[in-house]
């Protein structure tokens, strides 16, 4: 899975870097009689960052154990000449007298390939080949459940598990596996354990087969083998849920979405302020122009600030520049913008066209009441009529609205007047919300500046 495959490249990434600290640290310690200067950590820095690099470009780790031996080792080796390179590299172009000299780089790289070869080939292979063992596994069941384990097994291609097969049961009529691969029924099941080697069974069976639940639970009991239940939601709960502990039990956190992690939450939030930061000191002398503009055209205040809903359902006041020489009220307000509409000024209608009127949103991203990226927020009104008209429309306000979404870079902005517009900006919306990513966000931001889609029906 490509989830679990980074991780792996991260970890592996990590266990060259570790050796080449030590080593490091080590061989100074022997040639510098203890001493370390700053200039000595600076190498060591700039080391690491190339040895990354390196890592990533030629990605030699990320096959794991499946090449031979020998093809393993010659592939560490290429690196490792690499490695002399970058050390004679930063050891000999940093200015002043060089950090260290050829027969210290020599104890350091053989120093390093040797440690690395005890970690990679000896250690980790070692504990790989032990905890990673694959795990023989029998299903009981042979109805829908047990066709969904078995589709899991086999799409997964997860080498930890080998198949035995199947366990019938109930004799249901309604057998969704083959009968090649069932091994019999529970009444004669024993036999089969007896002689066969096993070492999880999985329950795939209905909730309301508790006598038969219980059965096979006596029979993992007897010889000494785990379990696992299968709970199938999918069908009640579609794609988007968790399962969590809520004190004692066992709790499905429905619609869960990828946004909805603590460290997705840090990092968007983490990104949303150190974006607005920046935003806002690049744009602050743009916004003193726009800010006499807006007062030397017309009477009113620069900014214009009608209430929202945002995340929760809960209102909050949005910054946009005014663009109008009359405005709706604020809070209660109702009369939608439509093209060439006469309130606008002549500075309103280029701030609207191109989005400036926007920008000073990156302070209520400041604030918290706002994202970098997400649905766009609604008046209460709108809101109130989509929630009635729009099937799932309120699934919206799991996230924070954002300045820019889904829906803008895809043409869906501006008016909500047909059933179309409504419906195509809601499933854009949830879409987004389903399918999170921070590249994704970075792709919408980037498509922001850059898409001729975002200014469609912009007025």
Not at 83 to 103: D, R, S, T
Not at 190 to 205: C, G, T, W, Y
Request: charged share 20%; aromatic share 14%; with cysteine.
């Amino acid at each position: 899975m490509p989830g679990q495959k980074s991780k792996n490249e991260f970890s592996y990434l990590a266990v060259d870097i570790l050796p080449l600290i030590v080593v490091f640290i080590t061989v100074l310690y022997c040639y510098r009689d203890c001493s370390f200067s700053s200039r000595d950590w600076v190498a060591l820095s700039v080391i690491i960052i190339l040895w990354c690099l390196v890592e990533y470009f030629g990605k030699h780790r990320y096959a794991r154990l499946t090449p031979k031996w020998q093809k393993r080792f010659v592939r560490h080796l290429k690196v490792y000449v690499s490695l002399i390179v970058i050390e004679a590299f930063v050891f000999f172009c940093l200015p002043g007298e060089p950090v260290i000299f050829w027969k210290q780089i020599i104890a350091l790289t053989f120093g390093v390939f040797a440690l690395d070869f005890f970690i990679n080939f000896l250690l980790i292979d070692r504990i790989n080949r032990e905890v990673l063992s694959p795990k023989h596994v029998i299903v009981a069941g042979t109805g829908n459940k047990a066709k969904i384990v078995e589709d899991e097994v086999l799409t997964s291609h997860n080498p930890g598990y080998l198949l035995k097969g199947f366990i019938n049961c109930n004799n249901q009529d309604t057998c969704m596996i083959e009968s090649q691969k069932v091994l019999g029924n529970l009444d004669n099941i024993n036999m089969f354990l007896q002689s066969n080697p096993v070492d999880e069974i999985v329950i795939a069976l209905p909730d309301d087969e508790k006598k038969n639940i219980q059965k096979v639970l006596s029979v993992a009991d007897y010889h000494g083998i785990r379990v696992k239940y299968v709970l199938d939601y999918h069908e009640l709960f579609g794609n988007h849920y968790k399962i969590t502990r809520f004190g004692q039990m066992d709790t499905v956190n429905i619609r869960e979405m990828p946004c909805d992690g603590k460290y997705a939450i840090f990092f968007k939030n983490c990104f949303d302020k150190v974006f607005a930061s920046i935003a806002l000191l690049f744009l602050l002398p743009v916004f003193l122009v726009i800010a006499l503009l807006i007062k030397l055209e017309s009477r009113g205040p620069v900014f214009y600030c009608p209430v929202r809903i945002g995340k929760g359902g809960k209102p909050f006041k949005l910054f946009k520049f005014r663009s109008m020489r009359t405005n709706d009220d604020a809070a209660t307000g109702t009369q939608s913008t439509c093209e060439n509409d006469p309130r606008i000024t002549r500075l309103g209608r280029i701030l609207r066209k191109y989005s400036i009127d926007e920008l000073p949103q990156f302070i209520n991203v400041l604030f918290g009441s706002m994202s970098v990226v997400g649905p766009r927020p609604h008046r209460k009104f709108l809101n109130r009529q989509l929630q009635e008209n729009v099937y799932h429309y309120m699934l919206r306000h799991y996230v924070k609205p954002g300045i820019t979404g889904w829906a803008q870079i895809n043409g869906w902005r501006g008016p909500t007047d047909t059933e179309e517009q409504r419906r195509q900006r809601t499933l854009h919306d949830l879409w987004y919300i389903e399918n999170w990513t921070f590249k994704l966000d970075m792709k919408i931001i980037l498509l922001t500046i850059f898409s001729s889609k975002v200014h469609k029906s912009a007025f």
